[in-house]
């Protein structure tokens, strides 16, 4: 240690590395000289490698971050005709894939960020109940909003605070009870549902009559499929307005069959005869292929 002592050979280390240099503890010779400027040039460049080294990865963690959050605001920004679903739980999962499936863009919000973690879809973090957080997931320009939070009071909450930014906006809120139900409703909600409620009676239904239950699950649920189940809205321009069924032969002229009509008072009539009249604002529940709708919607939107 060139007459140094452990104490003293460590002072001078930690002094020389540091570049503090308060003085030499011994007179050097060349041989120390010599070894104190490797030190230097080893020992100060090892620090600041170690230093940039841990600030790099810093830095490119937080900007890596704040670029990909930057990107997906922009992109969220330019939605128009999406879907928020509010709480990435099973019902959330679900309900996402399945309008993902359809073609549909979703925005998801979670406060929680293990949840968001690697999620494929474009997501805001933070507490939904929070007004700003909604107007960052787009809903200006949203078609739906689905609040499927863990509990009933938060759905409550969420319904709220969105029918109050967008009166036109279709809210579907999940109900893990019965009488929450009529109180999503009075908050906003445009449907109230109670998953466990729906997959009760799936259940037996299937149990009961399994091939009815079996065909209306394959044609709202199975991609596979080509058949699908739609409604479809008359327009005001439509001209199918004020003539019957029997008149516009909707059958033969589009192969697409219709198995309901909602009045506009909101009654459904199943199995329309002939001579039902169609007016404005009706909507037509209508069993077909993509290509037999899409000849239906034409007609109906004129």
């Known amino acids: 240690m060139l007459g140094f002592g452990v104490l003293d050979a460590l002072y001078q280390t930690v002094t020389t590395i540091t570049t503090v240099g308060f ?17 230097i ?15 790099e990865a810093l830095i490119e963690g937080h900007l890596r971050h ?17 879907v928020i679903v509010c709480g990435w739980g099973r019902v959330g999962r679900s309900t996402a894939q399945y309008l993902h499936g359809l073609g549909k863009t979703i925005v998801v919000i979670d406060r929680d960020p293990e949840r968001l ?42 319904t ?8 036109d906006l279709v809210i579907i809120a999940r109900a893990r009870t019965e009488g929450s139900k009529s109180k999503l409703l009075r908050a906003g909600a445009n449907r109230a549902v109670n998953p466990q409620l729906i997959g009760g009676r799936r259940m037996a239904a299937f149990a009961l009559q399994p091939n009815v239950a079996e065909f209306l699950d394959v044609v709202m649920h199975e991609d596979t499929l080509e ?8 327009g005001p321009g439509s001209p199918l307005i004020g003539r019957s069924l029997s008149d516009i032969a909707l059958r033969p002229a589009t192969g697409a069959l219709i198995l309901a009509i909602r009045t506009q008072t909101g009654q459904f009539v199943a199995n329309p005869t002939d001579d039902t009249q169609l007016h404005a604002t009706m909507i037509l529940i209508v069993l077909g292929t993509p290509t037999q709708l899409d000849a239906v919607r034409t007609l109906a939107t004129g």
């Open 23 to 39: 003085r030499e503890v011994h007179p050097l010779s060349a041989t120390g000289q010599v070894f104190t400027m490797v030190l």
């Open 160 to 167: 709220l605070s969105a029918r109050a930014l967008r009166a």
């Open 227 to 234: 058949y699908r189940i739609e409604e479809i809205r008359l």
């Open 117 to 158: 973690r690697d999620i494929e879809f474009p997501n805001i973090l933070g507490d939904v109940t929070d007004d700003s957080v909604l107007e960052a997931a787009g809903i200006e320009h949203a078609q739906a909003l689905i609040a499927a939070l863990d509990g009933d009071a938060d759905n409550v909450y969420v």
């Open 66 to 82: 704040h670029l990909e959050r930057r990107r997906m605001n922009r992109r969220i920004e330019q939605m128009r005709g999406h």
């Open 41 to 55: 040039l080893v020992g100060a460049g090892t620090v600041f490698y170690l230093f940039g080294v841990l600030l």
